[in-house]
């Protein structure tokens, strides 16, 4: 084959992988975009649940007895997390019946103003438009089937950023001719082109970051769970020898780190507290009080697929990072524009081109 003959064939998986997945691209990436400020999105969305007075905190029983009195009969507690600085206090519970349902247990949270325990806000872990946005960015709303779909969307799009660098560089005279913005008459065109270019390296590793998250038992074969770690686990049981105040004191005289979150036991043979704080986790036995682990845990899990769902999100990594990636979110919806337009005109251009034949 020649090096012409291999440019019109990635010509053509370019092209198609884009018009195949045009429609399902344009949500995918926005909703990315839209997730990497996922909280002040929150709060410009809902910005009754951060109303709050001030940062002085109560003693952990009176939030606890406020989120009981706000939340439906026969819901557990599940996890409390404390704000640094200005913010709300945050209870979680399990909601009755959430041990039949498949997938990521269904929670209540609620919203509590720290220096008063006022509830600010009660909402369902499965309600808001931020919670649509996150399906739709993970499973294209499509239950069941939907996550294997977004991961063969970053398969898709992997080969799509190798075959348009390939048609990116300019055949006939050096690279830095491919820099130039000028290289067609048409607006589009260049659009397509330079952004293309810009972009391709970012894009190809979210979309090895997603497909990475969509089959964890492909790239992780020592992982048995298909979802994000924060959703292992069953409901919390129903009594524990520690109070959470307890539990948080023997945390708090563990590290020096503040104390981010704690989750209720949720192994009645085995009960331990989970304490996130800044860079660790604690895991206190509920029995003895002893600090049964010590873990580093950042955001999204220990090891490489932490990594790599950090990499994806943006979480932890650094401004700059979450400013390349909310960019490597808005353009492939305008690649997508861009290319399905470059293909109509060339459909008429060779329409125009058979009439004086015929």
Known sequence: MTKLQLRRAWFQVHKWIGLALAILIIPLSLSGALLVWDKPVDRLLN?????????AQLPVARYLAAARAALPPGAAIASLALPHGAGPVIVQA?????????????????????????VLAVADSRSGALRVIHRLH????????????????????MLSCFTGIWLWWP????WTRGLRWRRHRNLDTNLHHLTGFWIALPLFVLSLTGAWISFPGVFSPGRADRGPPRF???????????????????????????????AWPTDAKH????????????????????????????????????????????????????????????????LAVTGIIMWWRARVWRRRLRRPRA
């Open 47 to 55: 910005p009754a649940r951060y109303a709050t007075t001030g940062t």
């Open 94 to 118: 399990s909601t009755p019946g959430a041990g039949s349902r498949p997938g990521p247990p269904p929670r209540t949270a609620v919203w509590l103003d720290p220096p008063s325990a006022r």
């Open 138 to 157: 993970g499973s294209l709303l499509v239950p069941g089937v939907g996550r294997t779909i977004v991961g063969w969307i970053g398969v898709a799009m």
């Open 171 to 174: 055949t006939t005279a050096r």
């Open 232 to 262: 292992r686990g069953g409901a919390p049981i129903a009594e524990t020898r520690m109070t959470p105040q307890a539990a948080l004191d023997a945390a708090r005289r563990a590290t020096p780190s503040p104390v981010e979150s704690l």
């Open 271 to 334: 009960p331990r507290w989970t304490i996130a704080t800044a860079g660790s986790t604690l895991m206190l036995d509920d029995a003895s009080g002893a600090i049964a682990a010590a873990p580093a845990r950042p955001h999204g899990g220990p090891g490489l697929s932490g990594l790599m769902r950090r990499i994806h999100d943006g979480e932890g990594m650094g401004p700059l990072w979450q400013a390349i990636i909310f960019v490597a979110g808005i353009i492939p919806a305008l």
